[in-house]
């Protein structure tokens, strides 16, 4: 049974939507059959192609989602019937079919229910964990997690990272041909590999976010969509992994800056630095949902799961959320919790944010002294938020001729027009 036929529009929108929605279940469930995330994907696809191709004239369906999951399941078992026909004395390749059409041929809309209730989480975190694993380079799991994960097209993914189309392109089929090539398994890892295959899952999810948080480069200061997958993303995770402390610290990190997000820029679409933002602009669900899931990871800590650096993010980002005036953020505990992110991640970039939150603490002078220090680390020398920080200093202490020339140095360091800007402003008011 199907429903009228919409206008061309709103059912392309509406295909789109479905998508982007069940594009990661159906090609789990599809790379669950085959064992090959790259031929499940293009099997998936093709299910999209006949919906595009089948709706506009039949109507779209009840189920559209159920529909495409058929589909795609049909071309599997294709699929798989093939490989069998042509290499049935092959070991590895012969299949008893009859036991595999009786594993996958009942009626669908029961096993899709069935599946849903069942094994489908299992799936996804298969799928999770596959697109995001150390064998890839991190351009191309960030790519291909996008892809799998998110339902995003290589025209979207080049469009929010500013790189060409064929570059993500590539990037996405060297991805599937390397998991090929490396006999990566569609499976959740064991319990001895899984601790570092997550940190990788947990660190895609997370430079997503921050490329949509602050965009690297081109005119937008920001680029919400991808906040709003990394979210997706990470939600769909702490489901999946309920008592994993970094992935709840995750989902509080991502919330909580999430919430800031209609505050950091202004009427004109300017940027809005973290002590201007006006706070009655948070968003309040979002703060609600990251400090819930710092609770659970804490619950987790004092049943033996110590935090990790995403978790002791989270609580720094729940310090800002709580406080309700700039002036009341407790900055001492954000030092403490900067050194306790020092101990279990030390980076440069994470001793600079450090130093940032001394000089709220206990003054500019004595961050200065800090900044200063980390002027000679070669990770830093083209970091342009280094001589940012150093010009706010400067212009707290008064030193307004030599904050400028840093403020100036720092426009030179970015490749993001809107920080560019606030960059030449700030080092403007200097001069003034």
Not at 372 to 390: F, I, K, N
Request: aromatic share 4%; charged share 25%; with cysteine.
């Amino acid at each position: 049974m199907a429903m009228g036929v919409p206008d061309a529009d709103a059912l392309h929108r509406t295909i789109e939507s479905v998508w982007r929605i069940e594009a990661a279940r159906i090609i789990a469930r599809v790379a669950r059959m085959t064992r090959d995330v790259g031929r499940a994907e293009e099997l998936a696809q093709d299910a999209l192609v006949s919906a595009l191709e089948h709706w506009p004239a039949t109507g779209l369906p009840d189920n559209p989602a159920a529909w495409l999951m058929t589909t795609a399941r049909n071309r599997a078992l294709d699929h798989l019937r093939q490989q069998a026909m042509q290499a049935r004395e092959h070991e590895a390749l012969g299949h008893d079919m009859e036991a595999l059409e009786a594993q996958y041929a009942p009626d669908f809309v029961d096993a899709l229910d069935a599946a849903r209730q069942d094994d489908i989480g299992d799936d996804l975190l298969r799928l999770i964990f596959t697109a995001c694993h150390p064998v890839l380079s991190t351009e191309a799991r960030v790519a291909l997690t996008l892809r799998l994960l998110g339902g995003l097209s290589t025209v979207e993914i080049a469009r929010a990272f500013l790189v060409p189309e064929a570059t993500v392109a590539q990037r996405i089929v060297r991805a599937k041909r390397s998991l090929t090539a490396a006999h990566v398994p569609f499976e959740v890892p064991s319990a001895a590999e899984r601790a570092p295959r997550l940190a990788s899952v947990l660190e895609v999810i997370y430079l997503i976010f921050n490329e949509g948080y602050a965009a690297t480069a081109g005119d937008d200061w920001m680029r919400p969509a991808l906040c709003g997958e990394a979210q997706r993303l990470v939600r769909v995770l702490a489901g999946l992994a309920p008592d994993e402390p970094e992935v709840q610290g995750l989902v509080a990190l991502l919330e909580i800056q999430a919430s800031r997000l209609a505050a950091r820029t202004d009427a004109e679409g300017r940027p809005v630095l973290l002590m201007d933002q006006d706070r009655s602009r948070w968003d309040a669900l979002l703060v609600r949902r990251g400090l819930a899931a710092l609770d659970k990871a804490e619950q987790l800590a004092r049943a033996g799961h110590p935090w990790g650096p995403y978790a002791l993010q989270g609580a720094i980002a729940a310090c800002h959320a709580r406080a309700r005036r700039a002036e009341d953020t407790d900055w001492q505990h954000i030092v403490a919790l900067y050194d306790a992110l020092l101990q279990v991640s030390p980076s440069p970039v994470v001793a600079l944010n450090r130093a940032v939150a001394v000089g709220m603490a206990d003054g500019p002078a004595a961050a200065l002294a800090l900044v200063e220090q980390l002027g000679a680390d070669p990770a830093l020398r083209d970091y342009h938020w280094l001589p940012s920080v150093r010009g706010d200093l400067l212009a707290k202490l008064g030193r307004h001729g030599e904050a400028r020339t840093q403020f100036a140095h720092a426009a030179t360091l970015t490749r993001n027009a809107q920080e560019q800007a606030l960059l030449l402003q700030r080092a403007a008011q200097c001069g003034a």
